[in-house]
């Protein structure tokens, strides 16, 4: 089956550094990408939508330059958490669309646990 | 007020006892997604449903797109079916795979 593979699945750092979380689809092409952001015991909220080759579409409230979005292939996507600050720990997670799949099931990564210290 | 809402929002049941998780929605949708999200945060997608019913092992999905309401059963349930379940509906632009998510439901069975 399809597989979406999130790395790295834990990652603590510093307030002020900058981390990058990957999204990649293994063997699927994927237009677009979905990244959320899940507080603890709250569900999902969707953060932006990577399209292959074309700027991220950011929900309203989330801020661009903070959450760097770059989906330069059909099956990479990445996510960098600039000058990360301790409330911008929480669980990250993507999930990807199939190519000119319409309809589709949802493949998600397995999440990343971002601890700001 | 949500535009998907979910209840119950916490469940604990016996093992062996029939479950059922209810997702109401408001919103324009083209499919509705029952997710499983166990406790280290990974998430499985258990159905996407248009219309009618859906069955995979012990689990049942169904949905009445007149009524706005979508049901997840789990028949015989077990320990290893703890985790929390959510409805996601997707919008109805064709292109626009936006999804609106229900809060979850976690589900406790005990053994």
């Known amino acids: 089956g399809a597989v979406v593979s999130q790395h790295p699945s834990r990652v603590i750092c510093k307030s002020g550094t900058s981390v990058k979380i990957e999204c990649r689809s293994l063997?699927?092409?994927?237009?677009?990408m979905f990244w959320y952001r899940q507080f603890p015991k709250q569900s999902l909220m969707l953060m932006a939508t990577s399209n292959e080759g074309s700027k991220a579409t950011y929900e309203q409230g989330v801020e661009k330059d903070k959450f760097l979005i770059n989906h330069a292939s059909l099956t990479l996507s990445t996510l960098t958490v600039t000058s990360a600050h301790p409330e911008d720990s929480s669980f990250y997670i993507c999930?990807?669309?199939?190519?000119?799949?319409?309809?589709?099931?949802?493949?998600f990564g397995n999440g990343t646990r971002l601890t700001v210290t | 007020k949500n535009e998907v809402e979910q209840s119950p929002q916490n469940l604990t049941a016996q093992e062996g006892e029939f479950i059922t998780i209810n997702c109401s929605y408001s919103v324009g949708i083209s499919a509705l997604h029952w997710l499983q999200q166990h406790p280290g945060g990974g998430i499985v997608s258990l159905f996407m449903l248009s219309s009618g019913k859906k069955k995979h092992g012990r689990l049942i999905a169904t949905i009445n797109i007149q009524e706005k309401h979508s049901s997840l059963h789990i028949t015989a349930s077990h320990p290893r079916d703890s985790a929390v379940y959510i409805c996601a509906g997707r919008e109805s632009n064709f292109g626009n795979e936006k999804l609106t998510f229900g809060t979850g439901t976690r589900l406790t069975i005990i053994p």
């Open positions: 999930s990807a669309n199939r190519f000119r799949a319409g309809n589709s099931p949802l493949h």
């Open positions: 063997d699927f092409q994927a237009t677009t």
